[in-house]
């Protein structure tokens, strides 16, 4: 009678041994899992270095609009943040930190917010993570002591480039360990802030144009007697489409660094790097992102932070010159470089790779010279990846229209590049719509600058886009801060448009688009497609309306009405591959 019980037993035994073996295998397998996981973020990781900065309280001023770190401070001006660093690496980014960590946040959380909309779900999101650390691992090698101690001693220019790239790392680790940081971020503050360095490059891994830029600058007229009196002016747009509803911080850093020329830069907190800005000796660099086909270089350094050491080391634009033709770059880059001394300015378009075929200067001999996201010298026609940005975005239209604009630019002054910055119309001044794409200002500027680089006067614009005031700065006296203050100079004012009821309409076009866009998510379509045809009165040229009316119209069941608008939307949002090519697929299914 036992032996059934004893049966029963000795299953139940097994079941429960083959059970701890199996939790035994399967916690095994999760460790080893665990430790793989760790070994990995620990290789991929980019580590800083440790700094001891000084130590300083923040001080408040009585009005709230300056707060003081040090020697350096945080001012709000307008529609402007002006930050003013001075001292060490060290000094500089703990003061970045601790000052600008607010408005570092403010893009940060918006640029997470915008990777969570394009990678959906944990599964996409996490696997573009790990394969975003495995492609930038060691990305910061050039900037760490150890490549310095592998420089040839006997090459005294290429250790001193050295010793400059160490020191960014060091501002760029104190700047992350004064950052307020609540541990729950993918990556590591330094990890992360190095990333932003690196901008121009992470915006191709989406294949998406999403950063877009225009640059011309104009110098006095040759003739046989020599050159007309006359000022270098430039003037330069930057866009990075972060979405319609964010307007992003606009910061003017003016930074003292210890034994190097003082210069400004505008950009935006938590940049250490350069993308527009100017020194004390007059020489002006901007920067426009480009794609070409050429493979990076080893241990390759950020374009932004080459142009920083360009500000900081500079003299004439010869030097300038030679020191970004021979830097490693992590991307190609078009870059404008002025020299308001010799009133004399050139582009350089520059590929990864360093030879003589990739690196070319153009202008050197022309009173007008100009820049969009494309290069145009011969050597660049059969690049895959360059001639796909000159056709299927707007780079090659609003290069054209530069073209026009300053085909004969007599007796050029900064109001006449602030009109051009604000220009509005097509080729053969064709009428486009507000907030079309392929205008120089299409409503969606981050950052515009005007400068005399001769008379050493900056003008930046506060926004929104280019249509905001522009607010005059003194480089002359803000740069080497010799003599008594001058008398405060003329600011340009805001644009006509800013105030007026078309304006208000493109707004009000804006707010129902988002209003249509929400009925349509609660499957009410019929009340969407009244709600974005308000909007389409109001603004009939914005490329998201016409792809939401075609979503609309094809929920109901309206195919030929859909084609309509998507293709619109096709015209009036280039560069945007990944939703472009959805859009064709769509019109594809639609019946062509």
Known sequence: MARPFQTQAQEGRSVFALLRVLAIVGGTFAVLLALMYSGYVGYTALEPDDVEPGEYELVVDETGRRVDYGRSWLARRGGLWVMHFEGSPADIGDAHGHLAGRLFRNIDTRVDALLEQRYRGYIESWAELMLLRWDYRGADAALSPEHAARTDRNNQAEHADQATHTDYRRELSALAAALPDDGEGELE????????????????????????????????????????????????????????????????????PDGKYPFVSIGWAGLIGVVTGINARGIFVAANPARTDDARETDPIPLPLVLRRVLEEADTLEQAIQIIESAQLRTAGVVLIGD????????????????????????????????????????????AHNERIRRTTSSG?????????????????PADAVAILRDRRGLDNVELGLGNRNALENLHTMQSVVVDATSMVLWVAEGPSTLGRYRAFDLRYLLSRQGSRPAALADFPADRLLYSEEYRDYQEALEGLDY?????????????????????????????????????????????????????????????????ERVKGIIEELGG
């Open 340 to 383: 308001g001394v010799q009133r004399q300015a050139i582009v350089l378009e520059a590929t990864a790779r360093v030879d003589e075929d990739t690196r070319h200067v153009r202008g050197d001999d022309e009173q007008a010279v100009w820049a969009t996201d494309h290069m145009i010298r011969e050597v660049f026609e059969a690049d």
């Open 397 to 413: 239209y609003r290069y054209d229209r530069l073209a026009e604009l300053l085909a004969a630019p007599g007796n050029f002054t």
């Open 189 to 256: 503050p330094y990890h992360r802030l190095f990333l932003y360095q690196c901008l121009f490059d992470l915006t191709q891994r989406l294949q998406d144009v999403v950063i877009e830029g225009s640059m011309f600058a104009v110098a006095p007229r040759a003739t046989s007697g020599g050159v007309e009196a006359g000022n270098l002016v430039i003037g330069r747009t930057l866009s990075i489409d972060l979405g319609a509803d964010f307007e992003a911080d606009r910061v003017v850093a003016f930074y003292y």
């Open 516 to 580: 249509a866009r929400e009925l349509l998510s609660l499957d009410r379509p019929s009340e969407a497609l009244a709600a974005a045809r308000v909007s389409l009165a109001l603004a009939p040229d914005i490329g998201e309306l016409h792809r939401l009316l075609g979503d609309i119209e094809r929920e109901l069941d309206h195919a030929e009405q859909a084609k309509i608008h998507y293709r619109r939307y096709l015209e009036l949002i280039p560069g945007r591959q990944r939703d472009q």
